[in-house]
């Protein structure tokens, strides 16, 4: 099987490198990449949010199966272009990924499932604003306003704060840049995101996994895309994830395809388990990026024939998905200044040990290998649990050199020390 890979991630190294194990992935080949796909997969430089430019790499490739990491291309309708033009795509539709690309759809498609989430209200006039705001916001049951782009953000169109002038400022300047805003009650208790390989009525939900969004330790500071993800969730009792699967995913998957908009590929929900029970926070079209670096390393199901049996169909009859024991933790290494705009251009030194995703690096013309983005390496690693995995991934990113870089120190700890109680 040739598969092509369409990302530059961190996420799309680790589904590169999970499809590599796969014995019956002869050829892969990656658009457009990074520094450390480069070394796995044959790279392309193609526009990957034109259909046609990815329809025609496939075709120029002879790609078996395209898998789409990012959002962006899915909301835009490549995985279309893709499958009509004979090619097996992993990646919903347009028409699907909605449930990403508009969070005024995924509430409207989940009112319609009966599924539990946070009560929001979408506001496009900004003459409405104060009066909504109002509506929402600190009381008894409620910490804080959530404010959140209706549509992509790449992660960082949430604000969460008690502050309401800041709560307010985030709204106007999304409505000053003609985005609709969804204001949302917040949810409390700890978050999960559970990834799930669907293709209509059919879901096979992966291992879960918690991500932490913030840049800093203890969940301070700003939104980023991801500074940090582990897996599984040993605090989370597996019924859990069958109410998760059953009573959230799966009715999902079945209004998507009652609208005729049937889901296939990879549908991410994020969830707070509340007291009164999985509470989604947002669904994803996609692999969440890092979660995805953790959860692939514990997979030892063959990625390449899962992803190909959804995309043709026949993910009903896959065999149950076999995991390696043990656990693994993601630390991202993020680059001076991120989630501003990051300093980039400086060498790294220990960028190609094992254990070490890129994802903004670039291949420099006397070889060297150097940061172009915020984010700039995923390290991942694992252990016989999750405090040897954290050890593991620690010792690997302390032994990494990036001026100026930085990395949260406790990702996944709590959990280690026994602190995630439901
Ligand atoms: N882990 C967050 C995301 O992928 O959106």
Request: with cysteine.
């Given at each position: ?48 949010t ?20 990012p959002e962006v291309p899915l909301v835009l309708g ?16 347009k028409?699907?990924a909605r449930i990403e690309g508009s969070k005024s759809f995924a ?41 959140k782009d209706d549509g992509l953000a790449a992660g960082k169109g949430v ?15 999304l409505?000053?840049a003609g985005h609709p805003?969804l ?42 895309g ?42 991410y ?13 947002e669904f994803n079209c996609r692999?969440?990026d ?133």
């Open positions: 099987m040739r598969v092509l890979v369409i990302g530059s991630g961190a996420r799309e190294h680790a589904l590169l490198l999970a499809l590599r194990r796969d014995p019956e992935v002869e050829e892969l080949a990656v658009a457009p990449g990074n520094a450390g796909t480069a070394i796995i997969a044959d790279q392309y430089d193609v526009d990957i034109s259909g046609e430019a990815v329809t025609g790499l496939a075709q120029k490739i002879g790609a078996d199966v395209v898998v789409i990491g490549v995985a279309d272009m893709v499958r009509a033009a004979g090619i097996a795509c992993f990646g919903p539709t028409d699907a509430k409207d498609v989940m009112t319609a499932a009966g599924v539990l989430t946070a009560t929001s209200e979408i506001v496009d006039n900004p003459a409405h604003l104060d009066a909504a705001l109002d509506r929402f916001g600190p009381s008894v049951d409620d910490p804080a306003w959530v404010v604000v969460v704060t008690a502050d309401r002038d800041a709560a307010r400022a985030h709204a106007a300047s409505l000053d805003v204001l949302e009650s917040f949810l409390d208790g700890p978050e999960v995101s559970l990834f799930c390989i669907v293709d209509g009525e059919t879901v096979v939900p992966l291992l879960p996994a918690q991500d932490f969004k913030r840049v800093g330790d203890g969940d301070t500071g700003p939104n980023t991801g500074m940090g993800a582990y897996a599984p969730l040993r605090w989370l009792p597996e019924e859990v994830v069958s109410q998760i699967v059953d009573d959230v995913v799966k009715p999902v998957a079945a209004e998507m395809v009652r609208r005729g908009s049937s889901f296939s590929g990879l549908l929900a994020g969830l707070a388990i509340t007291s009164r029970g999985p509470s989604v926070v692999f969440g890092p979660e995805t670096q953790s959860v692939l390393a514990l997979l030892d199901t063959p990625l390449g024939q899962l992803l190909r049996a959804a995309a043709t169909g026949q993910l009903a009859e896959a065999p149950p998905l076999r995991w390696r024991d043990g656990d693994a933790v993601t630390v991202v290494l993020a680059a001076e200044n991120y989630p501003g705009r990051p300093r980039v251009g400086d060498a790294i030194v220990g960028a190609e040990a094992d254990g070490v995703l890129h994802a903004g690096t670039a291949r420099r013309d006397d070889g060297a290998i150097v940061s172009s983005g915020g984010r700039v390496l995923s390290v991942v690693g694992t252990g016989q649990d999750l405090a040897a995995a954290r050890d593991a991934a620690y010792t690997l990113i302390k032994s990494i050199r990036l001026p100026g870089s930085h990395f949260r120190a406790d990702i996944g700890l709590a959990a280690a020390e026994g602190k995630i109680s439901l």
